[in-house]
């Protein structure tokens, strides 16, 4: 059974930083394009950061210089580094494994 685990999400000041990982059981990412999304409240949710299996990265304008995503083959983990964050990051950051295969979510809240 594919599970996809994502972690690291919590309470942070403006200005602050944040580090999310994204886990799997019973799979490997390694073999599939990664994709971090958010969704804000009362918003739809929104493409952030993803990583090709070649390394090719993509982000969003509006997290572009402050937010790294990468990925660490050998033990099964992606991640997004968040720096300068601002209250409209505020969201739940989902993961996403390929096309179709979803994390539950992790809390990110950057408030003062």
């Known amino acids: 059974q594919v599970r996809i685990v994502e972690s690291g999400g919590g309470l942070v000041q403006p200005g602050g930083s944040l580090r999310l990982s994204c886990t799997a059981s019973g799979t490997n990412l390694r073999s599939y394009a990664m994709y971090w999304y958010r969704q804000a409240p009362g918003k739809q949710r929104e493409l952030v950061a993803s990583?090709?299996?070649?390394?090719?990265?993509t982000y969003a304008d509006s997290v572009a210089g402050r937010f790294t995503i990468s990925r660490d083959n050998a033990k099964n983990l992606v991640s997004l580094q968040m720096n300068s964050l601002k209250p409209e990051d505020t969201a739940v950051y989902y993961c996403?494994?390929?096309?179709?295969?979803w994390g539950q979510g992790t809390q990110v809240t950057v408030s003062s």
């Open positions: 996403r494994r390929g096309t179709s295969d």
């Open positions: 990583i090709t299996t070649f390394g090719k990265i």
